[in-house]
């Protein structure tokens, strides 16, 4: 059972409805408009006592580090902004920076903005991934030293990262948390219908749709743009139809009991359990798509502590 708080801010997604393709169609919204209508919002970020923050251009894509003044570890945390491939970086990801940095025993932390679609498709985002992430080791940062951190079109960007990394035979980082990554374009997911009427992001309360009304809902929205003319069933496009190993790092991954893309987080997990790499599941009944990131409910401080402590015994400081 959800609290209030969870409750209260389920209703205010379920009423903004700027991604909901059926409200948008409705509406006449521009999804493009709606996403990046924050962005303007805090731009000015107080940085903690004993902090710094600088921002720096690698390549083109704006990158910003957050790190500790004095002793800091040598750890680091690689964050990747979710957004549907539309929206670039907003000020809430930076709200997160201490509490990162503390978990890793005083790491860096590191967001970037990849290019996003309309004006970008697919594989630019996952271009700049690998210009920063090179750049990063090019400065000395070991991958064994690096946790990704992952939401949503974020989330699907760091198993991107991952699969290009073991395609180049390149060295993966020690672990990833992933927050209700969007891996599956062919909404062929069970929740996809099944939770369409009780998700406060993407269904509509009371609804019960067919799998084929869903996934033709779906596969004509603005959402999925940034896919440019690639196939749906591409494994980097839909990593759902990925083949793991065992090289792959460990995982955790959280999501909503309510939100249509569960099913994509679950068969991620069962997929590289079944290659023999330690993954976890964390699913918090009644929440909706990452709702951890927010900070503002008892369910979201229940699993940011949850992604806190992983990164704590992952990289070696768990109590």
Request: hydrophobic share 40%; with cysteine.
């Amino acid at each position: 059972m959800a609290s209030i708080r969870g409750k209260i801010f389920s209703a205010v997604a379920r009423a903004a409805g700027n991604v909901n393709p059926m409200i948008v169609e409705k509406k006449h919204k521009n999804v493009v408009k709606d996403l990046r209508s924050m962005e303007p919002l805090f731009r000015h970020y107080i940085v903690p006592i004993g902090y710094r923050f600088k921002k720096e251009n690698v390549d083109g894509v704006p990158v910003e580090i957050f790190s500790k003044k004095k002793n800091p570890s040598e750890n680091v945390v690689f964050v990747v902004h979710g957004g549907a491939y539309i929206s670039r970086m907003m000020f809430y990801y930076r709200l997160l920076n201490l509490r990162y940095s503390k978990a890793s025993g005083g790491g860096t932390v590191i967001h970037f903005d990849y290019r996003c679609a309309p004006e970008a498709t697919y594989p630019a985002a996952l271009e700049d991934t690998m210009k920063v992430w090179s750049r990063m080791l090019d400065k000395g940062v070991k991958p064994e030293n690096v946790i990704v951190v992952g939401d949503s079109a974020g989330g699907h960007l760091s198993v991107n990262l991952m699969m290009k990394l073991h395609d180049l035979g390149m060295k993966q980082p020690r672990a990833a948390i992933l927050m209700s990554p969007w891996l599956d374009m062919t909404a062929s997911g069970e929740t996809y219908v099944g939770n369409y009427k009780v998700d406060p992001v993407f269904g509509i309360k009371g609804q019960t749709p067919s799998a084929e009304e869903v996934k033709k809902m779906l596969m004509t929205s603005d959402l999925y743009m940034w896919l440019g003319d690639h196939d749906r069933r591409d494994p980097y496009i839909s990593p759902v139809y990925a083949e793991f190993d065992d090289t792959y790092p460990e995982l955790l991954v959280t999501a909503g009991g309510n939100e249509m893309l569960l099913s994509d987080a679950r068969t991620l997990v069962d997929r590289f359990r079944r290659a023999g790499v330690e993954a976890r599941l964390y699913v918090a009944e009644g929440m909706f798509h990452v709702f951890n990131i927010y900070q503002f409910f008892p369910e979201s401080r229940r699993a940011l502590k949850e992604m806190s402590s992983y990164i704590r015994e992952k990289f070696g400081y768990a109590k």
